[in-house]
């Protein structure tokens, strides 16, 4: 009788499981009794069948990585929906060494979430980081596509080294370059590890801070057969440094610059006729689309994940452009103690672009803004205009056309692993991890025979250039590291409050490169390649010129460990140790130690805590230290010798010296934060504030000639500050069964100071810079502009002490002003769901840096009005009285003042997104998995004062090696892009 009634008092209850996103099923959720105990988890198709109280009301189901969930029971076959969750999501750390739970972390780490930049529309990865995280300062700098960005976190820690940060890709180090060869569709997360706790375990290669990105894992379950795609379309944003077109040019001419080319008024007639939009010819609405198929699955013990994609992309300006294609295999198995796997990527692209960042006559994205507007880009019988300027200035359209720079680039990264748990001692684990990361890059250029730019040489005088020539390169490198570790985990008192993890390592880092290159001249024969030269004698002048053959070969060893300690899962201490010797120092300075120390405290979970608004509160703190030897060279102890030649013989010369006592610089860093949640966690904040110090910078001060060498002698001696607080912020504002919304912020400041120089100077110029105690690094050096005088046109200017005007230039004026690297950055997400139609919007604000505007000098300058120019010139002062900030054109323009200086703060709608999900039930009765269809918009609307494409310019590249602050010029303008695509899951 008592059995009869329990078993009436019982009820069955079935459904399914499956991801709100895609459909998919979810397999091993738990379903229990709300405030009752687990009845069970769902199956291999995410279905399930409990007994559970007859008076029971509601379901909660709970699986990693998803929120919560709780849902009414009903008398059918229940269809639960469960979304994935950015918090739980976050909730482990990938370290690339270790996994360990965010609230057990100890340091300050930054977990972007990748599924809201999967989609974007973006041939190199590491664009897509721009604002996602606090302390990580991104320019993408450049639309050419696959141009990776400049990165850098937390501030500059180096002069003359590298301020890059390190890769990781499942253990294994990767070129940042080589992200528009990979596929960021292959992605499971992105780590961002910031602070000398979390990346003192990389010791010598963590000081720059770590990007760890581990790759998607199959699952148990069904087979997943995936495809994903998109394609759209890209235009050109409005320049902001305006032009004069024809009419306005040849009044400009005729009336204020004095007639430079000597025009007859009937030739001024006849050009007034034309009016050419140069825009028109050299940049184009371009064309984008991506394809992706995938699959995985597995059983319990073997899983896997396989992928093939596509990517390609039309550049806006005509003749650029980038396809790539990836592959990946990614295989476990586990087998009682023993798990091993492979994770397996290759790919390749093929790339097209043009100079951008230089101040070259012949590069496009120069001559495009001095181009002429009264002059054509194609003649009426199709051939390719040319100018009155020439040889100062050639067609770009044709240079883009005929004159193609091409690169190919194979790659192929990848690792394999074992882990073993030792039987014979409970919880201790052996891992061994080998992997490697290679790329091979074949370069190609070509000037071809009659054209504007081989005429241009010869004009200049390099005869042997004249009929053209060939420039081929190719470059090999290759990584391999291999990690050993040894885990203990174990569990000091029967209560389980006092919990104790150790890892000891070993590990061994090399790399190796050759490269060489050879440019050709005499290209008279009919072909576009090396078959169209013709042999090179001494009476022709066409000798190729070779270059390369100094390869790179260095390796780092290492031996580290890691120990955590938590106490009643509340109070956390975690203590790193590193050892590192590297070949590129000398044998006494090779080895140097760094270690970290991290604590945290739950104090929401103490007994006095009474706080019920805020039911989440952390505290924690950090110090350690890290060092760079990266962006030297090899072997800078030893004497370095380069080949020339002389008398007609081959000869050697010291190309650098030789310090023995060079060692690492060494940057120590203190974190303080907390992390917070309000409201039952409707609000999440998170604030730090960080202080590091780089102490032993690189730098080459110059040595007498009579030592040999060539002036300079790489040495530590100064030492720079980095200081500033992150803070975050994400509200659910709205959060009901069919309709949210929530909004997620970040934002970073930064404060970077030299704190000394070599040899207790104060001052010293450095590149095209100057670098000045209590300034920040990268500061321009310029005269300050106090306007024009209107009473004779004159340029007025500050003497240094910034009261007295003077209308004399005076390099004695010259001072340390702003710096080109942005101390404010920020970033802002609003997501707005309601019944499967997903809105969503990304912002990003960058604030408190500076441009110097190289592009508006070059339009401005008194001595070029026989080019294109500024419509700012129409203004010049030409009548006493005038009040105006163009000088008179008879002044000789100086470039070095801050009349060229301009705010580079800006901000960009970089992401609008508008998605919808086909609900599950539907999903479920088209027996596929899942779909998903969205259309989005890319750097729709950016507001800025800068003269130019954009604000975001990159560091200067294929330009000058003596720039380094933000200076613009040949600037490849960042695109406007509109895409639709779709997700599908079978």
Do not use: C
């Not at 998919?24 to 009752?36: E, F, H």
């Not at 059918?76 to 996994?99: A, D, F, I, P, R």
């Not at 031996?559 to 120092?585: A, E, M, P, V």
């Not at 997903?838 to 009005?865: H, K, M």
């Amino acid at each position: 009788m008592a059995l009869s009634t329990a078993a009436a008092a019982q009820k069955a209850v079935t459904g399914k499981v499956v991801d709100e996103k895609d459909g998919s099923p979810i397999i091993g959720a738990s379903i229990r009794v709300k405030n009752g105990a687990i009845l069970g988890t769902t199956n291999e198709a995410g279905g399930f069948n409990v007994n559970v109280p007859a008076n029971a009301r509601t379901l909660v189901f709970t699986f990693v990585g998803y929120t919560e969930l709780e849902a009414g029971i009903t008398s059918g076959e229940m269809l639960v929906s469960m979304k994935q969750s950015t918090q739980s999501l976050n909730e482990v750390v990938v370290t690339g060494y270790q996994t360990r739970s965010r609230r057990a972390n100890t340091g300050s780490v930054s977990v972007v979430s990748i599924d809201d930049i999967r989609t974007q529309p973006n041939a190199s990865f590491d664009q897509m980081l721009q604002g996602q995280a606090p302390g990580i300062n991104v320019k993408t700098g450049s639309g050419q596509p696959g141009r990776n960005a400049d990165v850098v976190i937390r501030g500059k820690g180096s002069i003359n080294g590298s301020n890059a940060p390190l890769y990781i890709m499942d253990g294994v180090e990767i070129r940042a370059g080589d992200f528009s060869t990979l596929n960021q569709n292959d992605f499971e997360s992105v780590t961002i590890l910031k602070d000398a706790a979390s990346t003192a375990i990389y010791g010598s290669r963590g000081a720059n801070g770590v990007i760890v990105i581990t790759t998607k894992k199959g699952r148990a379950g069904k087979l997943r057969l995936s495809y994903d795609g998109q394609i759209g379309t890209a235009r050109l944003p409005e320049n902001q440094l305006k032009l004069m077109n024809t009419q306005e040019k040849l009044d400009f001419e005729m009336n204020i610059a004095g007639n430079p080319w000597g025009w007859a008024p009937e030739d001024v007639e006849e050009l007034r006729k034309i009016n050419t939009n140069w825009n028109d010819y050299v940049f184009r609405n371009a064309g984008m689309q991506s394809h992706q198929i995938s699959a995985s699955g597995g059983t319990d013990k073997t899983t896997f994940f396989t992928s093939l994609g596509m990517y390609d992309e039309e550049g806006i300006t005509v003749g650029t452009g980038i396809k790539k294609y990836n592959g990946r295999i990614n295989v476990s198995h586990t087998d009682n103690n023993i798990k091993i796997g492979a994770n397996l990527a290759g790919g390749w692209s093929n790339y097209t672009g043009t100079f951008e960042g230089d101040q070259s006559i012949g590069s496009a994205l120069n001559t495009v803004i001095w181009a002429l507007p009264y002059e054509k880009a194609y003649n009426d019988d199709g051939s390719y205009g040319e100018s009155v300027q020439f040889p100062f200035w050639i067609n770009p359209v044709e240079d883009l056309l005929e004159n193609p720079n091409r690169s190919w680039q194979l790659k192929g990264t990848g690792n394999v692993f074992l882990e073993y748990k030792l039987p014979w001692i409970k919880n201790l684990t052996y891992r061994i991890n080998a992997g490697g990361d290679y790329s091979q890059l074949e370069g190609f250029s070509i000037v071809k025979n009659g054209t504007q730019s081989a005429r241009q040489n010869e004009a200049f005088g390099q005869d042997f250039r004249r009929n053209g020539e060939i420039a081929r390169s190719l470059e090999r490198r290759f990584r391999y590291t291999v990690t050993n570790s040894l885990n203990y985990r174990t569990t000091l008192d029967q209560s389980g409050d006092h919990n104790l993890s150790a890892t000891v390592f070993t590990e061994f880092v090399k790399n190796t490169s050759r490269d060489f290159d050879y440019t050709a001249y005499g290209l008279l024969l009919p072909f576009d390649n090396e078959a169209g030269l013709v042999p090179g004698t001494a009476d022709n002048g066409f000798i190729p010129v070779v270059g390369g053959g100094f390869p790179e070969n260095n390796a780092l060893m290492s031996y580290f460990g890691q120990i955590d300690y938590s106490f009643k899962n509340r109070y956390f201490l975690s203590l790193t140790g590193r050892t590192d010797g590297s070949s590129k120092l000398s044998p006494e300075n090779r080895w140097t130690q760094y270690g970290s120390v991290g604590a945290s405290w739950i104090l929401s979970d103490e007994n006095f805590y009474k706080l019920d608004f805020m039911n989440y509160l952390k505290l924690k703190a950090s110090y350690g230290s890290v060092g760079n030897q990266n962006g030297i060279g090899d072997f800078p102890y030893l004497q370095q010798y380069g080949r020339g030649s002389y008398g007609g013989r081959g000869s050697l010369s010291v190309n650098r010296l030789g310090n023995n006592l060079l060692t690492w610089e060494i940057r120590s860093t203190l974190n303080v934060g907390a992390d917070m949640e309000f409201f039952q966690s409707r609000l999440r904040a998170s604030v730090e504030w960080y202080s590091s110090l780089t102490k032993g910078l690189y730098f080459s001060p110059f040595v007498p000639s009579t030592s040999g060498g060539n002036g300079t002698l790489l040495s530590n001696n100064g030492s720079m500050r980095n200081r500033g607080i992150e803070a975050t912020l994400g509200v659910k504002i709205i959060n009901t069964r069919d309709f949210k919304w929530s909004v997620d912020m970040n934002y970073a400041y930064n404060k970077n100071v030299i704190v000394s120089l070599p040899d207790g100077q104060d001052f010293q110029l450095y590149k095209s810079q100057a670098l000045q105690v209590g300034k920040p690094f990268n500061s321009f050096y310029l005269v300050r502009f106090a306007g024009v005088n209107p009473e004779n046109g004159n340029s007025q200017y500050y003497k240094a002490d910034g009261k007295t005007i003077t209308e004399q230039y005076d390099a004695n004026d010259l001072v340390v002003l702003g710096t080109s690297d942005a101390p404010h950055n920020a970033g802002i997400t609003t997501t707005i769901n309601y019944k499967g139609i997903e809105l969503s919007a990304f912002g990003v604000y960058s604030a408190g840096n500076y441009i110097y505007n190289n592009a508006r000098f070059n339009v401005e300058y008194n001595g070029y009005t026989t080019s294109g120019f500024s419509k700012n010139a129409l203004n010049a002062w030409t009548t006493p009285g005038q009040v105006t900030n163009f000088p008179r054109l008879s002044e000789t323009t100086e470039g070095s003042t801050t009349r060229f200086l301009e705010k580079g703060d800006f901000f960009r709608l970089r992401n609008v997104q508008l998605a919808y999900t086909l609900p599950a039930e539907v999903v479920s009765r088209l027996k596929i998995q899942g779909f998903r269809i969205f259309v989005q918009g890319q750097n729709l609307y950016t507001s800025f004062k800068f003269q130019g494409w954009d604000p975001e310019v990159s560091t200067v590249t294929n330009a000058d090696v003596n720039s380094n602050a933000a200076v613009s010029g040949a600037q490849y303008p960042s695109l406007k892009r509109v895409t639709v695509g779709v997700n599908l899951t079978l």
